[in-house]
Structure formats: C-alpha cells, structure tokens
C-alpha cells in the first residue's frame, strides 16, 4: 500500500473512532440538570399574561375557521345535484335536436369531427345521446340505467350510518 493511501485510512478511522466517542457520550452521560452551568429565569408576568392572551385568540381563531359559513342538508344536495344531472341531459337533447335539423338541411360533412364519437357522448351526455345513421337519437336504456345508478351513488354517498 502506498503511503497516502495508509495516511487516508488511518484520518478516517481516527475520525469515525472519534465521532463514535461523542455520541457513545452524549447518549450515556448522566447528567444532573441541577448542577448545570445554564440557569433559567421565570418570564415576567406580564409576559405570561400577553402568552396566555395569545393562546386563547389562537384557539378561537382556529375553531372559527373549523365551523363552516353555511349548512346544507343532505336532501337539498342530492335534489340539487339530481336537479344538475337532469339539466344536463335536458340540455344535450335539446342540443342533439337543434343539431339533427341543422344536418337535414345540409349534406353531410365528409370529414369526421370530434364530436361524432361514442367517447365524446359517453362523457358529455353520459351515454344518453349516440350519433346513428348520421344523426344524434336517444339511448333509452342509457337514460335509465344512467338515472337508477346516480340515485344509488347519491342514497349511499348522503345517507350516514
């Protein structure tokens, strides 16, 4: 071995040797908390008063924000959210029929557009509405499953055993 390699490993045995002392003391050191050279004072009332004056507006502070501003029962959110569902399948029927009178009156395009996909329905009206033979027609199974399975999920999400 050449000598600065025996110089290498000797520093870092010394060096773990070392920090291995120190905390092999500072783990298994007893000592006397009263004979120790750092003395704590008491803090000054009027110090303990502005803390505790402190702690209680902290504590009110975080007990406001846990309430919240308004309460809604469990009835009103499903009847609105039913009420939203409804909206939306209303609202793309009334879309699917302004668009089949507006393709009657033209050809039909050569180029396939985005929304002429069953992806596109299944997201955007849920699967309720699927273009056939060029024009957009109502799936009544779609529709009532689609109803029968949202009032299931919302009967288990808003009733609390």
């Given at each position: 071995m050449s000598k600065s390699a025996k110089m290498t490993i000797e520093f870092f045995t010394g060096y773990v040797l070392l920090m291995a002392s120190l905390i092999s003391t500072a783990l298994f050191a007893d000592i006397d908390q009263t004979t120790s050279?750092?003395?704590?004072?008491?803090?000054?009332?009027?110090?303990?008063?502005?803390?505790?004056?402190?702690?209680?507006?902290?504590?009110?502070?975080?007990?406001?924000?846990?309430?919240?501003?308004?309460?809604?029962s469990d009835e009103f959110a499903m009847t609105a959210v039913t009420?939203?569902?409804?909206?939306?399948i209303v609202i793309a029927i009334l879309w699917a029929r302004k668009e089949n009178r507006r393709l009657k009156g033209e050809e039909i395009p050569s180029k396939k557009r985005w929304r002429d996909t069953k992806l596109f329905w299944n997201i955007v009206a849920m699967g309720v509405i699927q273009p056939k033979n060029s024009q957009y027609s109502i799936n009544w199974l779609n529709l009532i499953s689609v109803t029968i399975l949202l009032h299931v999920l919302f009967y288990l999400l808003f009733t609390k055993n």
């Open positions: 050279p750092i003395h704590t004072t008491e803090s000054s009332p009027t110090f303990k008063e502005e803390f505790m004056e402190h702690e209680r507006k902290a504590e009110e502070k975080k007990n406001q924000e846990q309430e919240p501003l308004f309460h809604v009420a939203g569902a409804i909206a939306d």
